[in-house]
Each structure stands twice: as structure tokens, then as C-alpha cells.
């Protein structure tokens, strides 16, 4: 059975770090790019960012690109977020979620559950 | 790209067939996924490529589109099927949708 559990999450400071870890199982991790969505309170989902299986490309949106670093550890079947100078908008449910790519398409098949990360003083 | 759903809010019943859009701002193929997410709960993914049914999801759940405007369509609404659904590209990179609340009318 696939698997995603996120964790770290929790209440920070405004310019404050966090990371974010997701473990994976279930599934042969390395075959898999991976992203993180967020969702603030109330609010629709975004696209964080993105990485491939070897962990040779990171993609970002651009609300995070230079605050935000995506990595992975294939050996150990984790995803991060290592997330610095946060600010209040990014206060939101961060979730993990798997890429799978068939049919000249990607979609995220499985989803963590989500862990909450709030900024605020 | 930019994705904008129509309606935000759909009050419906049981049984009802109900039928929401999603508008990219420039063509993205069919590289559009559909998603159902029940309060306090991560998504779920229902449709990919644009009318793929997902493993185990239910036949009334279908899709259609392509290029700029494309609609998920539930035929005979049940009551585990209020809930907010969004739409995702993933032409480039990916984005969502505002996302569509389907709720008892």
C-alpha cells in the first residue's frame, strides 16, 4: 500500500525556518518525482514545488523560488522542504504528493495527509 | 497558466447530474487532472489526461476538453460526492483551479 506521512510542521516565527519531511513506502521511491502542494486555511491548493526521481531537477513556484529548497533522499525514502524566511502567507497545510507520468500525462496519484505550518509572532 | 473554475459554489441533490468547468489561460493539450477533496482530507485524484477514470473511481465521474476549456461531469450525484473539486494543468509545471464546492441544495 502506498504511503506518504508528513511531518515538521508547526508554529514559527515570521522570517523563521522549517522543514518538512514526507516518508514514502509502498512504492519503489527513486522511480517516483515528487512535489509539495499547499493549502491555506480556507483557501484552494498551489503548487509548491517540484523533483525529480534522481533529484537532478527542482522546480518552484515563483511565491517561494529562493525562500524554499526541495531535496529528497532516495536511500532513505524521504522528501524535504527546507523553508526559510517564512512569512505569513505561507502559513498553510503542506502536502507531499506522488507524480506519476503515463499517457503523454502527469497527474499526483497519492497524497499525504498533510502537515500544518503556521507563521505568525 | 492560469485556471479558472465555474462555478465556485454548486448547490445540488442527490441524483442530480452536475457539470463544472475549468478554463486554462492558454491551450494545455489534455494535461488536465480532476480532484475531489472532503473537508479535513488530503485530495483525491479522479480524472487524469482529461477523461481517464483513476483507479477505483466510480463510472459516474467522467471528463472532457481540450486545449482552453474542459468540464468534469458527476451523472447521478451521491452523498459522498459533496465535496470541492479542482481542476490541475500539468502542461507546464502545474497549477489548480479555484476549486468548485458541491454542496446540498
Known amino acids: 500500500e502506498v504511503q506518504l506521512v508528513e511531518s515538521g510542521g508547526g508554529l514559527v516565527q515570521p522570517g523563521g525556518s522549517l522543514r518538512l519531511s514526507c516518508g514514502a513506502s509502498?512504492?519503489?521511491?527513486?522511480?517516483?518525482?515528487m512535489n509539495w502542494v499547499r493549502q491555506a486555511p480556507g483557501k484552494g491548493l498551489e503548487w509548491v514545488s517540484y523533483?525529480?526521481?534522481?533529484?537532478?531537477?527542482?522546480y518552484y513556484a515563483d511565491s517561494v523560488k529562493g525562500r524554499f529548497t526541495i531535496s529528497r533522499d532516495n536511500a532513505k525514502n524521504s522528501l524535504f522542504l527546507q523553508m526559510n524566511s517564512l512569512r505569513d502567507d505561507d502559513t498553510a497545510v503542506y502536502y507531499c504528493?506522488?507524480?506519476?507520468?503515463?499517457?503523454?500525462?502527469?497527474?499526483?496519484?497519492?497524497w499525504g495527509q498533510g502537515t500544518l505550518v503556521t507563521v505568525s509572532s | 497558466i492560469q485556471m479558472t473554475q465555474s462555478p465556485s459554489s454548486l448547490p445540488a441533490s442527490v441524483g442530480d447530474s452536475v457539470t463544472i468547468t475549468c478554463r486554462a489561460s492558454?491551450?494545455?493539450?489534455?494535461?488536465l487532472s480532476w480532484y475531489q477533496q472532503r473537508p479535513g482530507k488530503a485530495p483525491k485524484l479522479l480524472i487524469y489526461?482529461?477523461?481517464s477514470l483513476h483507479s477505483g473511481v466510480p463510472s459516474r465521474f467522467s471528463g472532457s476538453g481540450s486545449g482552453t476549456d474542459f468540464t468534469l461531469t458527476i451523472s447521478s450525484l451521491q452523498p459522498e460526492d459533496f465535496a470541492t473539486y479542482f481542476c490541475?494543468?500539468?502542461?507546464?509545471?502545474?497549477?489548480f483551479g479555484g476549486g468548485t464546492k458541491v454542496d446540498i441544495k
Open positions: 492558454q491551450s494545455i493539450d489534455t494535461s
Open positions: 523533483i525529480s526521481g534522481s533529484g537532478r531537477n527542482m
Open positions: 489526461a482529461t477523461s
Open positions: 504528493a506522488r507524480d506519476v507520468f503515463s499517457s503523454a500525462s502527469s497527474r499526483f496519484d497519492y
Open positions: 490541475q494543468q500539468s502542461y507546464s509545471f502545474s497549477s
Open positions: 509502498g512504492f519503489t521511491f527513486s522511480n517516483f518525482n
